[in-house]
């Protein structure tokens, strides 16, 4: 939360961002996220906070879920879950973005398929709002891919989160789709994904996941992608990928 404290309102100024998206599975101690974390996000400029695997990790996040459209998890979870898995939300000028979280399939935990349910909800959206941005949620590069070339032309953007490291593929795809297959993570790059580096040592070189847990603390960076979209059409004109390092 650092970064986003020291680094956001300045940019969000900077740029004069019309809507802010976070992806915020990670936010409490590396894992889920927390109402008092949640409502800084909202103070600090985010205007919608997305998720993935992590989100209902913590239960005391179940309720601020239920209630609060503004926290999505992947629409593709079973009936029932907790939430909301997408939404409409009005900007200062009066144009409409819809949101809509998925979750990948590959290397994942169990989850409807993203490719069938993300185009009926994405065709169900465009009837309320051009401009559709997609948070996908997901581990395999070609899954995320796939996707893209799935729904291009029929949202405005697909942003792939969940690997905590950026990828430099940022394109409009040829219907006029933005794509990257991760935005990055914002926090500390100093370990591993996130972790310090002898945790995420012991994972691999011990039988045992138990014992010693840290959160890496160097190098703290803001990753983030920047989408210029027509808001007539709902084509993305430009994507463009930003790392700030604190």
Do not use: W
């Not at 400029?45 to 998890?73: M, S």
């Not at 996707?147 to 969940?162: K, P, Q």
């Amino acid at each position: 939360m650092e970064v986003l404290r020291r680094l956001l309102p300045g940019l969000l100024l900077r740029y004069r961002i019309d809507m802010c998206l976070a992806n915020g599975e990670n936010v409490d101690g590396g894992k889920g996220l927390s109402r008092p974390l949640f409502e800084e996000m909202l103070s600090l400029g985010v205007d919608v906070v997305t998720g993935g695997n992590h989100t209902l990790y913590r239960d005391k996040i179940i309720p601020v879920i239920e209630e609060d459209p503004r926290l999505l998890r992947p629409f593709n979870y079973p009936p029932g879950t907790p939430g909301y898995g997408s939404g409409v939300f009005d900007l200062k000028l009066g144009d409409k973005v819809a949101v809509l979280n998925l979750q990948g399939r590959a290397f994942m935990p169990l989850a409807d398929c993203p490719f069938r349910t993300g185009r009926a909800e994405i065709e169900r959206l465009a009837s309320d709002s051009k401009v559709i941005v997609v948070d996908f949620h997901g581990e395999a590069t070609a899954e995320k891919m796939a996707f893209a070339r799935f729904v291009d032309g029929f949202c405005s953007a697909v942003i792939g989160t969940h690997t905590h490291v950026q990828t430099v593929d940022e394109s409009v795809l040829p219907g006029g789709t933005a794509y990257i297959t991760d935005v990055g993570m914002t926090g500390a790059h100093g370990g591993v994904i996130g972790l310090d580096t002898v945790t995420a040592l012991n994972r691999f070189l011990q039988v045992s996941h138990g014992g010693r847990t840290a959160m890496a603390t160097e190098d703290l960076r803001l990753s983030a992608a920047l989408l210029e979209i027509d808001s007539e059409s709902g084509k993305a004109l430009r994507i463009e990928r930003l790392q700030i390092a604190l």
